[in-house]
């Protein structure tokens, strides 16, 4: 045995167990402040914008994007029981969110043929949870690491539907219902003059890889109540951490492009579900690579919430009232952030506290957050009425309108935002 090691044993043989007991808490104790010190330093580091945007591609063509844009839902519906609900295929409606409550209200007919003999079924639309559900998720693991929140522009997500049999006129057998799951694709339906709005073999991508990583191993505790410091090594990529079913992740920081901490009450866990979150710069240098011209496409094709950053911006940022709207003119002026709704927008009017007519359809796209003017003081919350005029209208105009005013009421929660069109 060397003398330091003889030396040690002295030492800690000649202190108390209280002695010991409080070396130890000290010691966690530095511990835990250098982790909150790291944590509040990265929060500072990493207050950019971090932006989210969706492509409505045909399913066969999905590769054309595989280098930024990734499938929202990587696994189709399964439905292995008779006893189950019955659907048949998933599609997109590409119609005005005014219309879409006339066509889910509406029941349709449907024909397949199975070894030569039509079957008649009768169905409906219902909307595919999945994908707003996905969006929470999103949100829970923006606020796990203390990033800004930018809403997201839901026109995608609103229209994402699945065709579901409600009623048929024969006998439906175990061998049947599995002819029927196998050639639903081969399905026929009548769907009036909606036809040409039923997008099938669609894919929703966006420009998020969702993977499961592998941390380092267990570095140390980093609290007496038994929290535990795990490391993950990344890429330049934004990337957020999602919590498991038990909310054992506490935060999450970066120091660095190349790592990612997190601190758990978990022991030894070692593989994390993970947002991967590509740059929009990187997304359109891609497309540009791919000859994919936004411009050319359908009006159904691409959506987004990406705004450039300016001067006003970063003095706001550097003051930390970003996520305030503190004027009448920051009203206007974001407005025209959005290159998409400064082409299709222009506010023409505001008013506070007074009761105006709708005369659009509009919904809320962060309709999973809730804070305290929501839940104690919603009946007290005052009108703010956003008067735009429209250029021209088509079958986003709604979604438009919902995404800017939800914008809005995220950075006033103690207005109840209402938009309006113009004259």
Not at 39 to 61: A, H, P, Q, W
Not at 107 to 117: Q, V
Not at 194 to 202: C, D, G, P, R, S
Request: net charge negative; proline share 1%; charged share 35%.
């Amino acid at each position: 045995m060397d003398r330091g090691t003889i030396e040690l044993e002295k030492e800690l043989t000649g202190k108390t167990v209280k002695e010991t007991f409080f070396e130890l808490r000290k010691e966690i104790d530095e511990r835990f402040s250098e982790i909150k010190e790291r944590y509040l330093n990265s929060r500072i580091k990493s207050k950019g914008d971090v932006f989210i945007e969706t492509i409505l591609s045909d399913s066969d063509k999905i590769y054309n994007f595989r280098e930024s844009y990734y499938p929202v839902m990587e696994k189709k519906h399964n439905i292995t029981d008779l006893e189950d609900e019955f659907y048949l295929n998933e599609v997109y409606i590409d119609i005005s969110y005014n219309q879409l409550e006339d066509i889910v209200q509406e029941e349709y007919e449907a024909w397949i043929n199975i070894d030569g003999e039509n079957y008649e079924m009768k169905v409906v639309f219902e909307h595919d949870g999945r994908y707003q559900s996905k969006i929470r998720r999103l949100y829970e693991a923006f606020k796990l690491k203390g990033k800004k929140w930018k809403t997201v522009n839901m026109a995608h997500f609103k229209r994402m539907y699945r065709i579901k049999v409600v009623r048929y006129n024969f006998r439906m057998t175990k061998e049947l219902y599995e002819k029927i799951k196998e050639n639903k694709d081969e399905t026929v339906y009548e769907f009036g003059i909606y036809e040409e709005n039923i997008l099938f073999n669609k894919t929703l991508l966006w420009n998020i890889e969702e993977k499961q990583i592998i941390s380092s191993i267990f570095v140390r505790p980093v609290k007496n109540d038994v929290s535990f410091e795990y490391v993950i090594k990344k890429d330049e990529n934004e990337m957020l951490v999602e919590n498991n079913d038990t909310g054992d992740i506490l935060c999450c920081y970066s120091e660095n492009l190349n790592s990612l901490h997190i601190i758990s009450r978990k022991k030894l866990e070692n593989v994390w579900s993970v947002f991967s979150i590509k740059s929009i710069q990187e997304c359109r240098k891609y497309l540009m690579i791919n000859s994919i011209t936004l411009e050319e496409m359908p009006e159904y094709f691409h959506f987004t919430n990406f705004k450039k950053e300016n001067f006003i911006d970063k003095l706001k940022e550097s003051t930390e009232t970003e996520n305030r709207i503190n004027s009448k003119v920051e009203l206007y002026k974001i407005f025209s952030d959005y290159e998409f709704i400064k082409e299709n927008f222009s506010l023409k009017e505001i008013n506070i506290g007074k009761d105006a007519m709708d005369n659009i359809k509009t919904y809320n796209c962060n309709e999973f957050i809730k804070n305290d003017f929501d839940l104690f003081f919603h009946n007290e919350k005052i009108n703010l009425n956003l008067f735009a005029e429209c250029i021209e209208r088509n079958n986003y105009t709604e979604d438009m309108v919902s995404f800017i005013v939800s914008e809005v009421q995220l950075k006033l929660p103690e207005f109840i935002c209402r938009g309006h069109l113009y004259g």
